[in-house]
């Protein structure tokens, strides 16, 4: 499911900020998920963005394994991931998926 992961080598900086262009990863931004605690890192493509808690070390932290449904949901689903993205909205992603399917 995932083919790769974007860490701090992958940013720029623009403004004093350290950002993630994923115009340069060479993979069609429309299969492009991006999974953070934070929409600021990837101003260029906030729609493939999927904000979760941000980690604090605390071992009962579900919010990366709660968002596994929609991913697989995601993954066997053709078209444009950021449609599916705003349906379901880029924050409480998890949750609004289990209510709404």
């Known amino acids: 499911m995932f083919s790769g992961h974007l860490g701090r080598e992958c940013t720029i900086v623009k403004d004093g900020k350290y950002i993630k262009d994923f115009s340069y990863l060479g993979r069609p931004i429309k299969e492009t998920i991006y999974v953070d605690f934070s929409k600021e890192t990837a101003p260029f493509h906030q729609d493939n963005v ?14 990366l394994y709660e968002i596994i449904p929609f991913l697989k949901h995601l993954a066997q689903r053709p078209g444009d991931v950021r449609d599916e993205i705003s349906l379901y909205g880029s924050e409480n992603t998890a949750q609004n998926y289990n209510q709404m399917r």
């Open 50 to 63: 999927i904000v979760i808690p941000e980690f604090d070390g605390d071992m009962n932290d579900r919010g």
